[in-house]
């Protein structure tokens, strides 16, 4: 009773003012830092130092998620934001993908937490997307090879990338940062190093005598193995309707290495290991080992180079 007769007094005193701007004010005001745009904080956390650190495909995919949550959740303060909104927000997504815009957004408002911008993280307070199990979706043996023929022919600037990718199982972003001082056909290692590893965890991986065939015609003592995104979706299409290739599976190149190594090694730890792992090496089996025969991965890792065009220039035409 006491609070309907407060409520009451102050719409009274208030007459026309809306009772929700005023608790708005009252909190930029009375409570400073409550009452923070979610506008500011996006922009004090995307030019935070710990996000300047992080790779630039990981800064790209924080900036496009932050700042289209903040464009769905409107003109609000950091500190309205509930649980139900976020519940909301993040129910458009499912599996993978859901998981990944979960994640950027209790790690923004955490960021949002220590600041003193709330007191409690809504995001966090979402439970996590269920992931159903798919079978990984891989390149066979004579599509490996024609891709890669093909790119000899239509554009080698990307046959290295390519190669790593199908041989040696490093992820799209780090390829795309990989420097050819990190390729060592001397010792047929690949360094993949903290700044451009995934989670900043060092490692080795090796390189097998088809990947080193492949490589050794475009070997440089330094410089940058990938190329541009634009430059490298304008020239794939190209090639994959040369080489009469209608799909292109999400991580099919590092899928397809996970999958053939595996199935010819036998050793779910080592394959484990050069993909970076560290999570249960026992899923991982299970899970790339029932798709791939043992005579179709020796196939696989006997792909070799069948036409000799090296590259002759390093400009990305």
């Known amino acids: 009773m006491r609070d309907r ?4 007094e102050a719409r009274t005193l208030l007459g026309t003012v809306s009772l929700i701007e005023v608790a708005r004010f009252y909190l930029s005001h009375a409570m400073p830092g409550q009452g923070v745009s979610l506008a500011e904080a996006t922009r ?15 800064r790209q995919g924080a900036q496009w998620r932050i700042n289209r949550l903040t464009k769905a959740l409107g003109h609000r303060a950091v500190s309205e934001i509930t649980i139900a909104d976020m519940g909301d927000y993040l129910a458009q997504w499912q599996g993978f993908n859901g998981l990944n815009h979960r994640k950027y957004a209790v790690a923004f408002f955490n960021f949002t937490v220590r600041r003193g911008w709330r007191k409690d993280n809504p995001a966090a307070g979402v439970p996590k997307p269920i992931l159903t199990p798919k079978t990984p979706a891989i390149f066979a ?30 992820r799209q972003a780090e390829i ?15 360094r993949v190093d903290p700044e ?5 965890r060092a490692r080795i991986v090796d390189i097998l005598p088809n990947l080193a065939a492949w490589l050794k015609p475009y070997a440089q003592p330094t ?29 099919g190149l590092r899928h397809s290495f996970a999958s ?3 199935a010819c090694f036998q050793d779910a730890g080592c394959t484990a290991a050069q993909l970076g792992h560290v999570g249960n090496v026992a899923m991982l089996y299970d899970h790339y080992r029932a798709i791939v025969r043992r ?7 006997a792909i070799a180079p069948t036409i000799n065009c090296p590259v002759t220039s390093r400009d990305c035409r």
């Open 5 to 8: 007769a407060e409520a009451a």
């Open 223 to 251: 410089g940058r193995i990938g190329v541009p995104r634009c430059v490298y979706q304008r020239h794939l299409k190209r090639i994959l309707r040369a080489a009469n290739i209608t799909r292109w599976p999400s991580n």
């Open 176 to 190: 795309a940062e990989l420097d050819w001082r990190h390729v060592n056909l001397a010792e047929l290692i690949i």
């Open 295 to 301: 005579e179709d991965a020796e196939r696989y890792w």
């Open 44 to 58: 004090q956390y995307l030019n935070s130092p710990t996000r300047t650190g992080m790779r630039a495909s990981s």
């Open 141 to 170: 043996t004579d599509e490996a090879q024609g891709l890669l023929d093909t790119t000899v022919q239509i554009y080698p600037r990307l046959l290295p990338a390519l190669a790593i990718g199908l041989f040696a199982g490093l």
């Open 196 to 200: 451009i590893a995934k989670a900043r």
């Open 260 to 262: 053939y190594h595996v």
